[in-house]
Every structure is written in C-alpha cells, then in structure tokens.
C-alpha cells in the first residue's frame, strides 16, 4: 500500500468518526485533517469539499452535483420516475446498501449516523430538488418524496417486506413513481391553523 493510499484511508476513517460524533454539518475538513494527522491543504487533494468527503466516506456510488444535475436536466415530468429508480440502483449495489444499512443500525452511534445521513440529504439533495422546483412549498414537497424513496428502501432492502423485495424495478418504479410525481408537483393545500 502507498502513502498516498495510508492517506486516503486515515482521512477516511477520521472522517467517519467524525461524522458519527458531530455530524455532517458539525464536521469541517479542517477538523477531519487534524484528526487523520495531515494538513488541510493535503486532504484537499483528495476531496474538494465536504461533500465529496462524505460521498467518499460513506461509500456512495454518486455524486450528488452532478447526479441531481442529470436527475433535473430533463424537467419536472417524469422526475418522480427518474428519482425512484436512481434510489432503487444506488442500493441494488451490494457495498452501498450494506453501508447504509450499518449506519442506520450502528447502535448507540446510529442517532449520530443518521443525522449526519439526513444533513446530507437536506444539503445535497433536499436543497438542490428544492431550487429546482421554484415554489415557496418547495422544500415541503421534496421532503415528502424523499420519504416516500426512504420509506421504500427500507421495506424493500432492509426489512425485505414481501412482494415489495422481489419486484422488478420497473414494477416498483411503476408503483412508486406516480407518489413521488405528485409530492413534487401537486399544490399542497395551506389549511390556516384553527383560532381558538
């Protein structure tokens, strides 16, 4: 193994621990690098920001720059299609769905491990979808679809509920892509909060 490599991998595992003790939005890559022993300068060569940092740390099969980017390019219609079967393939990879799976079942670390999951959602995908979207309910809506794909992928990888585990993509997309649609794209009705 190079030095290049025994870089690679202390800044790594410093910043896995880092974001199962502070989080993704509490961790900075100047902490991760006096933790892993090298300078900030140095754990930028390998990671341009935060976010790639966890992309790496986590073992994500994406970048979420440049995958929600795509995800957007083609317009709204069909955008609900297009997410659920980008989430179905990010965890049909077996060292993806085996590392989200231990973070969210990691015991006492799991409540740190899952809040640095959902920070990173909110920043790199919720915000992004949000933008995209253009309406002051925006964040409301992509919040909503997002529960329906994590609601989904747990029944389907972790919990393995039946036929939803066994379903061909396209019959889950089928299924689940007209929910996630709407969330993006129905007017969510404002109820005024009753006046006592």
């Known amino acids: ?53 966890f992309v790496a740390a986590m073992r994500l099969p994406i970048d979420p720059s440049t995958s929600i980017a795509q995800l957007l390019a083609p317009g709204m219609d069909g955008l609900g299609d297009r997410l659920v079967r980008v989430t179905l393939r990010l965890l049909d990879d077996d060292q993806t769905r085996e590392q989200l799976t231990q973070l969210m079942t990691a015991g006492a670390g799991a409540v740190s491990a899952t809040s640095s999951l959902r920070e990173f959602l909110d920043s790199a995908v919720v915000d992004r979808v949000a933008g995209a979207l253009g309406v002051p309910d925006a964040r409301l809506r992509v ?28 019959q889950v997309v089928a299924m689940v892509g007209p929910a996630v649609q709407a969330a993006l794209t129905t007017p969510i009705p404002m109820v005024a909060p009753e006046s006592e």
């Open 1 to 53: 193994m190079s030095a290049s490599d025994d870089i690679a991998r202390s800044v790594l595992d410093a910043a896995r621990a880092a974001y199962a003790a502070r989080g993704y939005l509490g961790t900075t890559l100047k902490g991760v690098a006096a933790a892993a022993g090298v300078a900030p300068d140095v754990l930028r060569r390998y990671y341009d920001d935060r976010e790639a940092l």
């Open 143 to 170: 919040s909503l679809a997002m529960s329906y794909l994590i609601g989904v992928a747990a029944s389907r990888y972790v919990l393995r509920m039946e036929p939803l585990a066994s379903a061909t993509e396209d």
